[in-house]
C-alpha cells in the first residue's frame, strides 16, 4: 500500500452455495489480523457458525483461529474464494497485481472493498 516495501492482504469469506461475499478484511497476515477477520465471519453466521465447515490453504494461521473439526485445509477446495478475489482484482483497480492504481490509505481501500462486496451481494446499491 503506498510502495511495495508495505504490503497490504485481504482476507476473504465466501459461501460455497449462494457466492456471497461473507466476510473480507484489509490488513496484513498478523494473528491479530486473522483474528478480526474469524470475528467477523463469526458474527455473519451466527449460531450457524458452530456447523459450517471452512476449507482454506495451508497458512498456519487459519489452524489457529478456526476449530480443528471445522477447517479443511487444501488448496484444491479453495476455488470459490479464489474465484472471487479474481473478480476483486478484474473490478478495482487497486487490488491489481502490478498497476499505477495503488492506495495511499488503508481506510479508503478498506471503503473500496466494503462497497465491492454489498454491490456483490446486493446487486444494487441504494441511493
Known sequence: ??????????????????????SAVVGDRTEQT????WKQVQARLGDNGSETRFYADHYEVYGIIVPAKQLVQSKKETYTVEGQNS???????????????YSKSLEMLTYSLALF????????IPI
Open 34 to 37: 486473522a483474528d478480526k477477520f
Open 117 to 124: 462486496v454489498y454491490r456483490r451481494n446486493h446487486k444494487t
Open 87 to 101: 473478480l476483486i482484482r478484474h473490478f478495482l483497480a487497486r487490488f491489481h497485481r502490478r498497476t499505477f492504481c
Open 1 to 22: 500500500m503506498g510502495r511495495k516495501d508495505n504490503p497490504v492482504w485481504i482476507w476473504v469469506a465466501v459461501c460455497r452455495q449462494s457466492r456471497h461475499l461473507l
